[in-house]
């Protein structure tokens, strides 16, 4: 974009002493003739702009318009680099190439090298190792149909397999343990709600425009809730799936059983996504207490085991 382009030249003319326009036709991914009417557009906007022609010419901000570099500290600008990069990973679009861009034009040289190795002990990586190829390209049209208020349709397969169109007035993407969503103001049920990206088909946005209402936030913790809903039943595991099981509950929750099992206090909801959980680890994990929970997960398995025998 266009405004976009012209905020980074100015941000890195304020850092730099001269660049020369091919310089900043290379950083842009455009023609120096652009770069010339780019520089004239600032001009006209009131930030003067030199141009010095010739061997080691180029452009330049008169000095007395020139920004402090001091005015971030190396941590402020280590915590911006920090969470740029690791959305650049993700959502991959101009404005966060160019919001890149632009703080990193506030390093000053003598401290490059520090903030750099600051950035690099933490990185931030939002890329699943598998999963919905679909994800990446449904990121890149929900957020340019939040940004110029366009209704997106798709088909949405609810619980059991339910599957219903859509026409949803987006607001808001959420990232939210490992999975993203779509905030939107769905017209089939008159109201706001939370969709999983996975779980959308032939996503598509429309040329109709929509009026923003009064935003309803998704609600995302539950903390309280679950609280009072949950209740630890007690399992026993193999070691080696004590990695897994963490996921799910601390290791205070475990107390050693032999040299190869633990026993573990695991917070637990009866409904389908605490037993799929339970039976995800397998014949090294055995529900122990309560019973009923223990003959719930017995015939779970005696009905899987039954879909390969029928067959």
Known sequence: MKTDRLVSIIMILLDKKRIGARELADIFEVSPRTIYRDIDAISMAGIPVRSTPGTGGGFEIMQEYKMDKNVFSAADLTALLTGLSGLSNIIQSDETIHALAKIKSFI????????????????????????????????????????????????????????????VEPYQLVLKANHWYLQGYCRKRNDFRLFRLCRMLNLQ??????????????????????????????????????????????????????????????????????YDILLSFGDKCECLEPLHIRAEMKRRIHTIAAVYENG
């Open 205 to 274: 946005m429309q040329k109709e425009t929509f009026t923003p209402r009064d935003y309803q936030k998704p609600q995302l913790h539950f903390d309280n809730v679950l609280e009072t809903m949950q209740t630890k039943i007690k399992i026993r595991i193999h070691k080696s799936v004590m990695d897994r099981v963490l996921d799910f509950c601390s290791y205070e929750n475990f107390s050693p059983d032999g040299d190869a099992y633990y026993l573990v206090h695991f917070p637990f909801i009866e409904n389908e996504y605490y």
């Open 108 to 167: 000053p040289s003598d401290r490059a090298k520090e903030i750099e190795f600051k950035v690099n002990q933490i990185h931030i990586d939002l890329s699943s190792w598998i999963g919905n190829i679909n994800i990446q390209p449904y990121l890149e049209t929900i957020k340019f149909a939040l940004q110029e208020n366009k209704l997106l349709t798709f088909e949405y397969i609810a619980h059991h397999g339910n599957k219903s169109k859509r026409t």
